[in-house]
């Protein structure tokens, strides 16, 4: 038989050497669960907002500092950590609403970054044959009335023509396009939908471009969860 000795590795710190080896250890496992506190803290912060009483509002990305890819897993696993920890603690309620309002919350991330892609640019001339520009360097405001009804209008033309010269006339009331869902005084149902009527070329479709990109661009109606 043939006996082999181990070696004692020279990494393993002994003696005095050992005791400051520890030492280092304990002040950086201390300062490690200082930083994870921390974190855990804040973002028990954030997700108590998610599941309050203002929601959407806490959609609205409070903090959208910008977080790299890594900080976002860091995030989203923290996110699935106290789901979990929820329903150990019998809070399906609780759990439900997280689960679901964060999954609103990336959806609604997404879909920005989407619209953004697609309305940052308008082409000039010929859709997608002429030169690219960017919408918010091109855009000029119009001038917007409000009135009209939802309902389809089944008459023909001619009479509707007729009719329309019989009725009296009403004060035009003007609009902001910021202001396109935003329900007039006294209304009580918000504004979910709105339908433009012009003559051709006169800007219909870049205002609701631009409407929908300030919105993906936070810049305005974030009061408005989907668009």
Known sequence: FMFLHREE???????????????????IFMLLEENILTFVKNELQKIQKVVSSDYPECLEKEDEEVLDEEQRRFREEFEKISVHFLRRMKQEELAECLQSRLHAADCQRELKSNLKKKFQCVFEGIAKAGNPTLLNEIYTELYITEGGTAEVNQEHEVRQIETASRRP???ETTIRQEDLLKASA??????RTVMTKGVAGIGKTVLTQKFTLDWAEDKDHQDIQFT
């Open 9 to 27: 590795s020279s990494e393993v710190p002994t003696g005095p050497s050992a005791q400051q080896h520890q030492t280092h250890l304990d002040s």
């Open 169 to 171: 006339a009403r004060p």
């Open 186 to 191: 006294g209304g009580e149902e918000p504004i």
